[in-house]
Nanobody, 117 residues
Framework: QVRLVESGGGLAQPGGSLRLSCAAS????????MGWYRQAPGKQRELVAQ???????NYADSVKGRFTISRDNAKNTVYLQMNSLKPEDTAVYYC???????????WGQGTQVTVSS
């Protein structure tokens, strides 16, 4: 059974930091590209950051220089370090797994991030 379980969300002040984690199970983690997406109320889900199975990364322009995605293939976990948080970062953050070759695509249940003073 495939599972992606996010954790680490919560309330942060503007300028603060949070670290999201996504623990994966039920599939061969090292053969998947991993990503973080977010969806704010009334908006479409958008890509925040991606990391390939070999560690190449890309980021949305809005988070470049503030967020860092990383993965630990030994722990089947992907992380999103979020620094210098802004109120506009408020959203539900979702973990995503995409197979490198086949059309397998999995989502976590999401974790709420709220940035407010």
């Amino acid at each position: 059974q495939v599972r992606l379980v996010e954790s680490g969300g919560g309330l942060a002040q503007p300028g603060g930091s949070l670290r999201l984690s996504c623990a994966a199970s039920g599939f061969t983690f090292s053969t998947y590209h991993m990503g973080w997406y977010r969806q704010a109320p009334g908006k479409q889900r958008e890509l925040v950051a991606q990391i390939t199975r070999i560690g190449s990364t890309n980021y949305a322009d809005s988070v470049k220089g503030r967020f860092t995605i990383s993965r630990d293939n030994a722990k089947n976990t992907v992380y999103l370090q979020m620094n210098s948080l802004k109120p506009e970062d408020t959203a539900v953050y979702y973990c995503n797994a995409k197979h490198v070759l086949y059309d397998y695509n999995y989502w976590g249940q999401g974790t709420q991030v709220t940035v407010s003073s």
